[in-house]
């Protein structure tokens, strides 16, 4: 039975990979209209922006007034103010991206598929072991970028998202692959399903922050007037406006990772006799909380806002992954869970 | 909390002692500082992973001196092999923490001076901020904003009123949060330094039948914290009846993996009935404000050895440690006395032996089915009375000789439990009595524990509050003209990020219109 529902779960991921790849495909053509299109609106796309800043600048000033107290940011930008003239200069919403959304729903289906087989395969959680936790971590992501679209249109971080998850997806069954075995004892525990879900949750909210960010810094140098050839830039939103929202999931991620480290000691003090040993996970998790800590800081210091907090989000996040898989795989440690 | 930028660098009044110091406590306490420091502590972490740890990985520490003495050399001059107690990461923890406090503390008190202090004056052109947007009443300016006031404050605002206006603000728990999260930072810092001082941790390797009690004597291995004392060892003894262990046999990926392991024991707390109890992995065993984990096991063989003249001279189980995942283990066996000579015995336990061609015995299952205990023995001179410490899991061969083994005339001795066999050169015999488990626990005692999860509890309530209640004002200015119209203005501001603001204010106006028409209409 366990092998029945573990090739099911092959053939589900397998897919899903491959559904993942043509919806990678349509994201970069809806790219490369974008930057086609943009040529046409890139007069209205002018119009929009300025009206945009300067709605902003009249706020700033009024807030240097009458915010003597308190703390140093005041994040003025708003919601309603329009995102960037061009989305109003696309009414419609092209086929390419909507094709493209909806292969990476099918394919997000099919990828969930994949964890619920192999959960019921090994009958428990479905995350633990690198290629399980890849499997389960890569659903999340997808998973967190679906349902911000009902936040907030960050569609065009879907080439990013499905092009990350591809990768991580291709390592993971490649590389990673190992039957189900049953739980050693000292992974047998509540805070297994806790501590590992949330810390793939909250890697879910920082992947789309770090692309936020990395369009962010295209942005930044495109509006700074550096030659920078990427047309689809003019059809995204503004620089500071993609700060905003880098830093609104950032705040999400980072609550959730704080949460993740404090839980991981709870259990470490089960498992282990201790809550914390420095031992080369722990270091690590300790690493990337830091380095988010000082993003939220840099985003209240002057001279740090913008493009320097932008390259902290994204070392954050370059942390994580380097966190999963060289830091599993090569450092010794009492978190020998690879089954590599 | 950026320090004020300092004044223009040409003409600098000279500063005194006192004026270098406020000075660096300024740079100190400063935002930028302390982003610095955070990320200057996120690097000065990186080595620790990268070397082994005195604290988590001894063995490794002496592997590293032993393969690579000269860069091992340099490190334990940078102290790298105990990087989280070094001079230099302490430093940089320190300074952060000397810089938060500095933050935290002129904070509070102007927290404070806000949650006293009056919402500001209603700024004169409202239509500058944020989520600006007016109404049209019938009512008059002062009905309008006396309701104004009236739904301001049924949403938590604190209000004044000026003129015809009035100005609102709520949300003083973000800053409140903040503050709770820093300080809880501090306390996280405190419990653990201080705290974990008077704690201790102490390791013991208990056999099954035999038991063992929480005094400084029984500990195989003991780290007390630097302000330990005596009386923090409660007294208790703890029997180990049995250890029950649980391999996988039906999945053919994972015969023989552990699945589960229950040590049954006996605790006597001082002056009180035994109790049965268990300790499992992920459950430890809890006893007054001691806690007892379960973290290795292994077998402990019983060899009997008797003299020439068939009296018993030893008698008792020896800990072998396990080499594979199928506890195939080693054992060390050392008796000193009673004997014409001193006697070491390298022994090789197989759970369930399986021979491989060559000849070589493997254990091919952890649980004892076919068990097979080796034995190759020395005499000599087993080191003991140099009055050095030695390892009781090593055995140096230097001064001993091998009478039974690979190298010596007689064949290395084959037992299995019940087997008697005689020692080369007439000195008696040995036989294995029986092999029962054995398993390491770990005994702590941690009064940082509590308080340090109570800060952590904090952290969390802190930072939650801190990133998501909105801190903003809100103004409502109302002013009738000639033809008894009375518009009202609204608008507001946020402080921090503040997502909904826009929004916020444009469901207040409708509200607030509402209620207005409703009123006058009646
Ligand atoms: C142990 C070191 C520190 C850590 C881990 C840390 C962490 C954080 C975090 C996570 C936040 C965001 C949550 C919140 O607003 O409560 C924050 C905010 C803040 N921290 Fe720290 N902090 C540290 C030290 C400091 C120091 C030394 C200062 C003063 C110079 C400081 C000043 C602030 C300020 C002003 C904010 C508010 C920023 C904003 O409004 O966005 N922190 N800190």
Redesign the interface.
């Given at each position: 039975m366990?092998e029945t529902f573990v090739s099911f779960s092959l053939i589900a991921v397998y897919s899903a990979m491959a559904i993942y790849t043509l919806a990678f495909v349509m994201f970069a053509v809806d790219v490369a209209r974008r930057s086609a299109e943009s040529s046409d609106a890139s007069a209205a796309a002018a119009t929009g922006l300025t009206s945009a800043s300067t709605s902003r600048v009249?706020?700033m000033?009024?807030?240097a007034?009458?915010?003597a107290?308190?703390?140093?940011?005041?994040?003025?930008t708003?919601?309603?103010a329009p995102r960037s003239g061009a989305e109003a200069a696309r009414p419609a919403s092209p086929k390419y991206l909507r094709l493209a959304m909806a292969l990476t729903v099918i394919a997000w289906v099919l990828h969930v598929g994949a964890v619920v087989f192999r959960g019921v395969a090994a009958n428990r959680v479905p995350w633990a072991n690198m290629f399980e936790f890849t499997l389960t971590a890569t659903a999340l992501i997808v998973g967190v970028f679906l349902l911000v679209q009902f936040w907030q249109d960050l569609r065009f971080l879907g080439s990013f998202i499905t092009g990350f998850s591809l990768i991580a997806l291709g390592v993971g069954t490649s590389s990673f692959y190992v039957?189900?075995?049953?739980?050693?004892?000292?992974l047998?525990?509540a805070w297994l399903v806790i501590h590992v879900f949330v810390a793939s949750l909250s890697t879910g909210v920082f992947a789309l922050a770090a692309g936020l960010s990395i369009v962010q810094l295209m942005q930044s140098r495109r509006e700074s007037g550096k030659a920078l050839k990427l047309r689809f830039l003019d059809t995204l939103p503004a620089a500071d406006r993609l700060e905003?929202l880098a830093?609104?999931l950032t705040?999400v991620g980072?609550?959730m990772w704080?949460?993740t480290l404090?839980a991981g000691?709870?259990w470490a003090?089960?498992?282990?006799?201790?809550?914390?040993?420095?031992?080369?996970k722990e270091?690590?998790t300790?690493?990337i909380w830091?380095?988010y800590?000082?993003y939220i800081?840099?985003r209240?210091?002057?001279?740090?806002r913008g493009s320097r907090s932008a390259w902290?989000a994204i070392v954050g996040f370059a942390a994580i992954v380097f966190n999963f898989t060289i830091?599993n795989l090569f450092?010794?440690?009492?978190h020998a869970y690879s089954g590599l | 909390?950026?320090a004020p930028v300092p004044q223009s660098k040409i003409q600098q009044p000279r500063l005194g002692f006192v004026g270098y110091a406020r000075f660096f406590w300024r740079q100190l306490t400063s935002?930028?500082t302390?982003?610095f420091l955070?990320?200057l502590?996120?690097v000065a972490?990186?080595p620790?992973?990268?070397v082994?740890?005195v604290?988590?990985?001894p063995n490794?520490v002496v592997a590293y001196h032993r393969n690579y003495p000269d860069t091992a050399a340099v490190l334990d001059f940078f102290q790298v092999f105990t990087?989280?107690t070094s001079v230099w990461f302490s430093a940089i923890y320190l300074l952060l923490f000397i810089s938060l406090i500095g933050c935290v503390l002129p904070r509070t008190k102007?927290h404070f001076d806000?949650l006293r202090a009056r919402p500001?004056k209603t700024?004169a052109?409202l239509s500058?901020?944020?989520?600006f947007t007016t109404r049209t009443t019938e009512a008059d300016a002062a009905t309008a904003v006396d309701g104004a006031r009236r739904l301001l404050r049924s949403q938590r605002y604190r209000t004044e009123l000026y003129g015809d206006s009035v100005s609102a603000e709520r949300g003083y728990l973000r800053?409140t949060g903040?503050l709770v999260f820093h300080s809880a930072l501090v306390g996280v810092l405190l419990a653990?330094g201080l705290g974990g001082g008077f704690g201790y941790?102490g390791q013991r390797v208990v056999v099954e039948g035999y038991a063992f009690s929480n005094s400084l004597a029984s500990y195989d291995s003991f780290n007390p914290g630097r302000f330990f004392a005596d009386t923090a060892l409660e007294p208790f003894t703890i029997a180990l009846d049995s250890f029950v262990p649980v391999y996988?046999q039906s999945?053919k990926?994972?015969i023989g993996?552990?699945?589960?392991?229950t040590a049954n024991v006996t605790t006597t707390m001082r002056g009180e009935a035994s109790q049965s109890a268990r300790v499992?992995?992920?459950?430890?065993l809890s006893l007054g404000g001691t806690?007892v984990?379960l973290?290795g096991n292994g077998y402990a063989p019983v060899l009997t050895v008797r003299d020439a003249d068939e009296a018993v001279i030893w008698s008792q189980p020896t800990a072998c440690l396990p080499f594979d995942s199928n506890l195939g283990s080693t054992c060390v066996i050392k008796i000193p006395d009673g004997l014409e000579q001193q006697i070491g015995m390298l022994g090789f336990l197989y759970p369930t032996t399986n021979a491989l061609s060559t000849g070589a015995l493997v254990s091919v299952y952890p649980d004892l089915i076919a068990p097979t205990l080796t034995l190759e023995v020395y005499e000599g001179d087993l080191g003991l009375d140099n009055g050095q410490g030695t390892n009781a899991y090593a055995l140096n061969t230097d001064s001993l000789e091998q009478i039974a083994g690979r190298t010596s005339e007689a064949d290395t001795i084959r037992l299995t439990p019940g087997d008697r066999a005689e020692l080369p050169n007439g000195l008696g015999s040995v036989e294995l009595a029986s092999i029962p488990r054995f398993v390491s626990l770990?005994v702590?005692h941690?009064p940082s524990?509590g308080p340090?999860?109570l800060f952590?509890i904090l952290?969390?309530a802190g930072?939650?509050t801190s990133?998501?209640v909105p801190?903003r004002?809100m103004w409502v200015a109302a002013s009738t003209d000639k033809t008894g119209t009375t518009t009202i203005e609204y608008a507001a501001?946020?402080?921090?990020?503040?997502?909904?603001?826009?929004?916020a204010v444009a469901e207040f106006a409708d509200k607030h219109s509402q209620q207005l028409s409703v009123r006058v209409d009646s």
């Open positions: 366990t009249g706020v000033a009024a807030a007034g009458s915010s107290v308190g703390t140093a940011t005041s994040t003025l708003s919601d309603n039957d189900v075995v049953p739980l050693p004892p000292a047998q525990s905003t830093y609104r705040v980072f609550v704080t949460f404090i000691a709870v003090e089960r498992a282990w006799g201790r809550y914390w040993g420095w031992d080369t270091v690590w300790f690493i830091t380095i800590a000082g800081h840099a209240a210091t002057r001279g740090w902290l830091v450092f010794k440690g009492l | 909390m950026d935002m930028r302390a982003l955070l990320l502590l996120a972490a990186i620790g992973s990268l082994p740890q604290s988590s990985d490794g990087t989280y102007h806000a500001p700024p052109r500058r901020l944020e989520g800053e903040n653990v941790t996988e999945n990926d994972a993996q552990a699945i589960d392991y499992k992995v992920n459950e430890p806690n984990y973290l770990d702590h941690d524990q340090v999860l952590a952290v969390i930072l939650v990133l998501f801190r004002r501001l946020a402080r921090g990020d503040d997502p909904n603001l826009e929004a």
